[in-house]
């Protein structure tokens, strides 16, 4: 299985020295996440200055907060940058986000317009050589007569999909060369909904996986339940849990978080949820629980928790899961 580490240190600078750190120590790719105070391309750019040979992914980056136009620009910026390592990961949001966050509107189904999107970034990057671009879709139309881009470091640049729903799995099946799974999926999920959508295309997987290394077990475990808890606040996410039959725990949830009633949240989060969505333990611990993931998918990207950590504490974790995983 290809290891891969999303990046959640608070500071550009720590990225990149975890990025430096990763690819030293034989890790596929790293990857940066983006959030209302993180721009996850401008980071990626930073990492791509700091690596010289490991993949670099944005895991995600928001699709309709830019347009498709800003994002195969990026792309190919930073793909110049780093001679051809760039893996674009585009992600809808929630509505809350768009809306609240960005304040960018949120009508429909994300399915199709990410789907448009991502039709669109394909095309820049397909008209790098000149001769203008006119693309006509459902939501986006561009005429750009005069359009290139001039140094290139490739002619196609891989494009993934976050995706937590059927609707969007699928969207990604026809479309990404890659499906980003959420920190949330738990195996039977996986197993049960996600590759059978997968199974015949082109479209790879890759799940995040909740990484809390410690040898106090109890430590580790909690770090990883607070981070589930802090997902499951977000009803849009509970069909991952009907698979397991855990529904009612992910109401409980996000009625504890309305009530601001933080400890019940976490609390709500089961051993077994912790089991069945997280690796958690002393470094030979999560070598062997890895292993559950085994079959579901070929590159995994471990993910330090972050909820209720001190930032020298996730430090920490991203150094261990590194040295645990090193080749």
Request: with cysteine; glycine share 8%; proline share 5%.
């Amino acid at each position: 299985m290809k290891h891969g580490l999303i990046l959640t240190a608070p500071g550009i600078r720590e990225q990149m020295d975890i990025a430096a750190l990763a690819e030293k120590a034989g890790f596929e790719s790293v990857w940066t996440t983006e959030f209302f105070n993180q721009h996850g391309l401008v980071r990626l750019a930073a990492v791509a200055t700091a690596t010289s040979s490991i993949k670099l992914g944005t895991a995600i980056a928001y699709a309709f907060m830019r347009t498709p136009m800003l994002a195969a620009s990026g792309a190919m910026d930073i793909d110049e940058i780093s001679a051809g390592r760039v893996i674009l990961g585009l992600g809808t949001g929630t509505k809350t986000m768009n809306e609240n966050w960005y304040s960018m509107p949120f009508e429909g189904a994300p399915a199709p317009r990410v789907s448009d999107a991502i039709g669109l970034v394909r095309a820049a990057i397909a008209a790098q050589k000149g001769g203008g671009l006119i693309y006509t879709g459902e939501f986006y139309k561009v005429r750009i007569p005069q359009y290139s881009r001039p140094g290139a470091a490739r002619e196609m640049i891989p494009i993934y999909l976050a995706a937590v729903n059927t609707g969007m799995i699928r969207a990604a099946a026809r479309l990404a060369d890659g499906l980003v799974g959420h920190p949330i999926f738990t195996r039977r999920y996986i197993k049960d909904v996600v590759n059978p959508i997968l199974s015949g295309s082109q479209c790879q997987l890759l799940p995040y996986i909740i990484t809390s290394i410690h040898e106090d077990p109890i430590q580790a475990r909690n770090e990883a339940r607070a981070q589930i808890a802090f997902y499951y606040t977000t009803r849009l996410y509970h069909s991952v849990l009907r698979p397991s039959g855990w529904e009612d725990i992910g109401i409980t949830i996000s009625d504890a978080f309305r009530k601001g009633d933080y400890a019940s949240m976490t609390a709500a989060v089961t051993d077994e949820m912790v089991d069945e969505i997280a690796l958690t333990g002393s470094p030979s611990e999560v070598v062997e629980k890895l292993k559950l993931w085994e079959g579901l998918a070929d590159h995994c990207l471990f993910y330090s928790p972050s909820v209720g950590m001190k930032k020298e504490r996730q430090m920490e974790n991203m150094k261990s899961i590194i040295q645990t995983f090193s080749a």
